[in-house]
């Protein structure tokens, strides 16, 4: 989690490194475009200055009055428009002369200034035009929407930051606490510690999972509380039956020892003693056969849960899961129309059947072709064929016992459960499992065919 936050952190820095060079480029860029700005206008005041001396015969007296004449509003970044005369700014001439042409003309200079004033830029951005007799001080900034762009950039930064620091925030909260409250699961899991129920999280990513990953943890503490009931029940019984078969063991042994020593002359009586050691081997071989029966029956639970379904969708799911399998093993694989109606069974159950069938049919087969066809009679039958079967025809009629593995296996892995599993599921689902061998174009094919109920 550290890590995270360290990543987060240069994120943040990095975004926001990012938004302060946008606002310098941006700035930069709009400071041209107000150069530029006011470079037209500079350009179209100094035309108009020259037009209205040459018409009025005099200086322009201000901004204002220059608009009107151009016949205009304003003058793009321009704020001001002062003059003076060009002898009156000539280091040759005199104050007192200066002073005397200051008052002969002072309704200008009183809008105008003195000459310190128009020489003193005033922390102002001023550029000088010349004519033949004046000199026009003009005072400009850039435009307004300089500030307004310099506004909108940074506040597009700061909600650009602000998104990620939220998006930040959401990713962390919403998907990695989650995994991070997770990391402890499967050290549990592995210790056999499956009594911690997983909090529950109302986001839509990881809801079902976690759900899932809870549901998983409940099955697996019910599997181990039965596995642990089963080997109680199944030690209770061995050292019951093996109390039991203490008694009519030693009543063997003492018959047998007093027909050793000859105890009994008595023909009836020795024929008796033989049918008391038959009965007391026939009680031996019936405690033997239920510690073979409780040694094989429910070695495996099988938790099946049968109800309405469509069966097209369990198949779907095999076409989902396969197709892409049986491209990379190249093999031809199909599964040929059918029609989609309700039949009895459990859908994951069903599932875990049809895959134990593919499976066996890719383990075994010659890796040419598997083919699913589907068919309706008085039941729903599925059946999965593959080519390349060389299973002896007499092993066919065990290929459903348990532990039981043909003499086709050859080195391939396995335990001869897969087909076992399958039969005990489709009979707690109301179904049937069989295998044949067909013949065709001198090759065998090995055609297991899966029953369902119809509803």
Known sequence: MKDMGWLIVKVLLLFGGLAYVLCLCAWNWQGRQSDQLYQVSLNRMKYTIREFEKENGRAVKDLQELETFAGISAYDGITGLSWIDRQEGSAERS???????????????????????????????????????YY?????????SEERLLFWVAGEALLFLLGIVVLLWYLWHKLLLPFHRLSHLPYELSK??????????????????????DLLRENL???????????????????????????????????????????????????????????????????????VCASSEDFLDFQVQAREIYVGEVLEQIRAYYQEKMRLNQISFQIGAYAN????????????V?????????????????????????EYLISVTNSGCDLPQRELLHIFDSFFRGS????????GLGLYICRQLLHQMEGEITAEVEKKENKNFMKVVVALRIL
Request: with cysteine; glycine share 4%; charged share 30%.
């Open 95 to 133: 104050q007192a002369q200066a002073v005397t042409e200051k008052e002969a003309r002072a309704d200008y200079l009183d809008d105008t200034g003195d000459r310190e004033d128009f020489w003193n830029n005033h922390s102002q951005n001023y550029v000088v035009i010349a004519t033949e007799r």
């Open 136 to 144: 026009y001080k003009v005072t400009y900034h850039g435009s307004d």
């Open 192 to 213: 056999g510690n499956l009594t911690i129920p997983l909090q529950e999280e109302k986001n839509h990513f990881f809801g079902k999972f976690l759900w899932g990953m």
């Open 221 to 291: 503490e019910q599997q181990k509380q039965r596995e642990l009931a089963l080997q109680k029940e199944k030690k209770l019984l061995l050292l019951s039956l093996s109390h039991d078969i203490k008694t009519p063991l030693s009543a063997i042994k003492l018959y047998a020892r007093a027909l050793n020593h000859n105890l009994y002359q008595d023909e009836a009586k020795k024929q008796e003693i033989a049918e008391n050691i038959n009965h007391k081997a026939d009680e031996i071989e019936q405690y033997i056969s239920e510690i």
């Open 341 to 352: 109606c309700l039949v009895y069974a459990d859908p994951d159950r069903l599932v875990e």
């Open 354 to 378: 049809l895959q134990n069938v593919v499976e066996n049919a890719i383990k075994y087969g010659d890796g040419e072709s598997i083919e699913i066809q589907v068919s309706r009679e008085e």
């Open 408 to 415: 086709n296996v050859a080195r391939q892995p396995g335990s």
